[in-house]
T-cell receptor, first 112, second 113 residues
Framework: GESVGLHLPTLSVQEGDNSIINCAYS??????FIWYKQESGKGPQFIID?????DKRQGQRVTVLLNKTVKHLSLQIAATQPGDSAVYFC???????????FGKGTMLLVSP | DAGVTQSPTHLIKTRGQQVTLRCSPK?????VSWYQQALGQGPQFIFQ???????QRGNFPDRFSGHQFPNYSSELNVNALLLGDSALYLC????????????FGQGTRLTVV
């Protein structure tokens, strides 16, 4: 079946750099997307979401970009900090269902 | 305001046994969803409860069952445990049947030996 996937399993950056985590989705019916951060031993933590009628949405130090043409989603983290080290998941949702389909995740490692 | 709380945090069971996991949703939330997360994988949807009924179900066998109580809390039951059921079980709560931001608990780590 269709599922959400990620290009890079691990991303290593230096503190202060900007990070970009990518996600490809294949279900063209999906119209709501969420990025979650999961630290070791904890549940996923909501970061930011975006609906398909938008191309970009900004939060505090984070920006999500949605390219529906190529079915691509990205999470940009500005001035990455060691506390940003975690696994990041993108998740998609299709109309009529309130459940989420998650990808496998990307590990972000931030070096001081 | 307490977020989503799950109990227990860790659990070890023997193959063939039954287990019950519990979840209290975030205050003001009435919808509870359960997910299974195997090591190194993303969460997989098990089922969702709203108004004390199972509304949606993922691709999981009937050994997985659940319940939602009038106070919106929920239980996940797994019968005839298999080694492959070892995983982190996550509860997520949200408001209403329509899509909304889902908040996750810290999960219950189940180990089947």
């Amino acid at each position: 079946g269709e599922s959400v996937g990620l290009h890079l399993p691990t991303l290593s950056v230096q503190e202060g750099d900007n990070s970009i985590i990518n996600c490809a989705y294949s279900n063209s019916a999906s119209d709501y997307f969420i990025w979650y951060k999961q630290e070791s031993g904890k549940g996923p933590q909501f970061i930011i979401d975006i609906r398909s009628n938008m191309d970009k949405r900004q939060g505090q130090r984070v920006t999500v970009l949605l390219n529906k043409t190529v079915k691509h989603l990205s999470l940009q983290i500005a001035a990455t900090q060691p506390g940003d080290s975690a696994v990041y998941f993108c998740a998609e949702n299709v109309p009529g269902y309130s459940t989420l389909t998650f990808g496998k995740g990307t590990m972000l490692l931030v070096s001081p | 305001d307490a977020g989503v709380t799950q109990s227990p945090t860790h659990l070890i069971k023997t193959r063939g046994q039954q287990v019950t996991l519990r979840c209290s949703p975030k205050s003001g939330h009435d919808t509870v969803s359960w997910y299974q997360q195997a090591l190194g994988q993303g969460p997989q949807f098990i089922f969702q409860y709203y108004e004390e009924e199972e509304r949606q179900r993922g691709n999981f066998p009937d050994r997985f069952s659940g319940h939602q109580f009038p106070n919106y809390s929920s239980e996940l039951n797994v019968n005839a445990l298999l080694l492959g059921d070892s995983a982190l079980y996550l509860c997520a709560s949200s408001s209403g049947w329509e899509r909304s931001e889902a908040f996750f608990g810290q999960g219950t780590r189940l180990t089947v030996v």
